[in-house]
């Protein structure tokens, strides 16, 4: 166990804090300093500490030593920007959000607050959580806790950039994220950290600022894959505010780490061997492979055919459920006003200087493909396409019960690539979109570094709310990884 | 397909969204660029496939048909930039 509290995970806290080695104060108070540290990172939009120390007091307060409290009681956690917390400033990174204070607080930040939590602030974020790189946020792009060799900044990924710099950094001991095609997956390969999408419907969206409702997902960003499982416990679960939050019960995903996976079969897809993937990231996908063959699983070789078309379906779909989303930003009700002659000026005015030029972009974008004589061609075409994109995992899942891919095409590259072709940076989303169109479950965790000395991830991808299976290999995985690098930003600190 | 100048003007005020003139053309190309790596969907064959909207296979639910909420005016405009007695504020819309 780490000598400093803002450094244990969330298990080890769990612990701590039920044997009463210290206090949620005192772990508090560690995770404050650290973040005051960490600020050159930028990982936070808004830090809350008054807020935190007042709910750890609570924490403090209300544990009876009989360990019958919450596995998240007392832990202090950073929240993307996305969720809205009730008086607290929320941005989604956005100028449009200017002096934004939610008078409600979303569903998820709200279960874990009412599971104990301690929120130490609001994390930085690609604006409306499109991106990644984490450089399009209004507040400033984040910088990774890893380092190049050459002594260059790193982006950490996005969206959710500013939550896995967080964790990364020891500011907190996890963080929530929310996934549209990979924000979560991405960013967690990219920091070192594990990163959760849970199915679609497992928690509720109710809250949570939207970008594309067909795949927006909340999920846990931690430091192991038991933590993991600890927090998505406190943030799952059935919402009636949220029509599409599925009724099923939560099971107890840390009872799912058995350590077991004899007979388990994974799949290893043909069309994620994509051209120009980089030799270090194929291998560490044979080795990862070859790690769950040790441990007893059944490898089988499967095809999911329309992978190679799940990036251009995903930038159809997503801009256009976010050209509808964002409609509500009209400087009226909230965040933004710049005035103009008349209301629809003062519409476009407001919409104009308030919204960056990704969200520009793809709203525009979405409004085409959405617009009359172009719906059935771009539209209807990219459902139709996601119904075959479904129905490839469907066909997979006969076979196998979880499937294994590289997390992302690379690892971290400097602030300033990929920013003049939106494609290029498009493309760091090609293993992770796929699950998303499909709303399944994926979970990245760290399993190797690159030549240059920073993380990569691997994917396990699982069936529609079969995360317990999903956290049963990653569990094993993450044994046999027994990664225990130590980004720049911390060895140094 | 590609977007010219007028095409995309047209479409950023659909979206209600000011975009100078000189900003006009480069947006044209990478709107373009995007359209043109998406159209690669043209290959597939969908003859016959229902589009999907979501992948939620249960038929949302329907509440009760009750007031669950309301009568908190202060709250509903408590971050409008302009407010006055519980009404949002506009510029003027009737001559």
């Avoid at chain 1, 509500?328 to 030029?357: A, H, Q």
Wanted: hydrophobic residues 40%; charged residues 20%.
């Amino acid at each position: 166990m780490s000598n400093k509290l803002n450094q244990l995970t969330i298990s080890e806290a769990r612990d701590g804090l039920e044997k009463g080695d210290f206090t949620s104060v005192e772990l508090t108070e560690s995770c404050i300093g650290a973040m005051e540290k960490a600020r050159g990172l930028n990982a936070y939009i808004t830090e809350t500490p008054e807020l935190a120390l007042e709910r750890a007091k609570a924490s403090d307060e209300r544990r009876s030593g009989d360990g019958a409290a919450s596995g998240m009681e007392g832990i202090p956690i950073a929240v993307k920007d996305l969720f809205c917390t009730e008086g607290v400033l929320t941005t989604a990174g956005s100028h449009i959000l200017d002096g934004y204070k939610p008078v409600y607080e979303s569903t998820v930040s709200n279960n874990l607050r009412q599971g104990g939590a301690v929120m130490l602030g609001k994390a930085n974020l690609d604006e409306f959580a499109m991106g990644s790189a984490n450089i399009t946020s209004y507040y400033g792009n984040v910088i990774n806790p890893w380092k190049a060799t050459d002594g260059k900044d790193l982006v950490p990924g996005g969206s959710s950039g500013g939550s896995a710099a967080a964790v990364a950094s020891h500011t907190c001991l996890a963080a929530t994220g929310t996934d549209t095609g990979g924000s979560i997956r991405q960013p967690a390969s990219f920091c070192g950290i594990v990163g959760m999408k849970p199915t679609y419907g497992r928690c509720s969206r109710w809250g949570i600022v939207a970008f594309a409702s067909s795949l927006d997902q909340a999920g846990p960003m931690t430091k192991t894959v038991r933590d993991s499982a600890i927090m998505l416990n406190s943030m799952a679960g059935h919402d009636p505010k949220d029509s599409t939050s599925s009724p099923k019960a939560t099971p107890n995903f840390e009872a799912a780490l058995t350590g077991d996976i004899k007979g388990l079969r994974v799949g290893i897809p043909a069309e994620y061997k994509m051209d120009g993937t980089p030799e270090e990231i194929v291998k560490l996908w044979d080795q990862g492979t070859q790690w769950l063959k040790d441990a007893g699983a059944e490898i089988v070789d499967i095809s999911l055919p329309h992978t190679k078309y799940a990036l251009a379906t995903y930038y159809i779909v997503a801009p256009a459920e976010a050209s509808a989303n964002l409609a509500r930003y009209d400087g009226v009700r909230y965040g933004l006003r710049v005035d103009g002659e008349s209301l629809d000026d003062m519409y476009m005015n407001t919409r104009g200087e308030g919204f960056g030029k990704e969200v520009q972009r793809r709203i525009l974008m979405g409004a085409y493909v959405l617009s009359a004589g172009y719906y059935d061609a771009y539209y209807k075409k990219a459902q139709q396409v996601r119904t075959l994109i479904s129905k490839d995992f469907n066909d997979a899942y006969e076979k196998v019960d979880v499937i294994l891919t590289p997390t992302a095409p690379s690892a971290a590259f400097a602030i300033g690539e990929k920013m003049d072709d939106p494609i290029a940076m498009y493309l760091n989303d090609v293993f992770t979109v796929p699950t998303s169109m499909a709303g399944l479950p994926g979970i990245s965790l760290p399993a190797g570094l690159s030549s240059s000395g920073l993380p990569l991830g691997l994917q396990l991808i699982g069936r529609a709310f079969d995360e317990e299976t999903l956290y049963r290999a990653a569990g094993v995985l993450e044994t046999a990884a027994n990664f225990s690098a130590v980004p720049a930003f911390v060895e140094g600190a | 397909m590609s977007l010219d100048k007028a095409d995309v003007r047209k479409i950023a005020y659909l979206a209600r969204i000011k975009v100078p003139d000189e900003d006009l053309d480069h947006l044209a190309g990478e709107l373009s660029q995007i359209i043109d790596w998406v159209e690669q969907l043209a290959e597939v064959n969908t003859d016959g496939v229902e589009p999907m909207a979501s992948v939620s296979d249960v038929t949302l639910p329907m509440r009760e048909d009750v007031i669950t909420g309301g009568n908190r005016p202060a709250e509903v405009t408590a971050n409008a930039p302009e407010e006055n007695k519980g009404f949002f504020l506009v510029p003027k819309v009737v001559e």
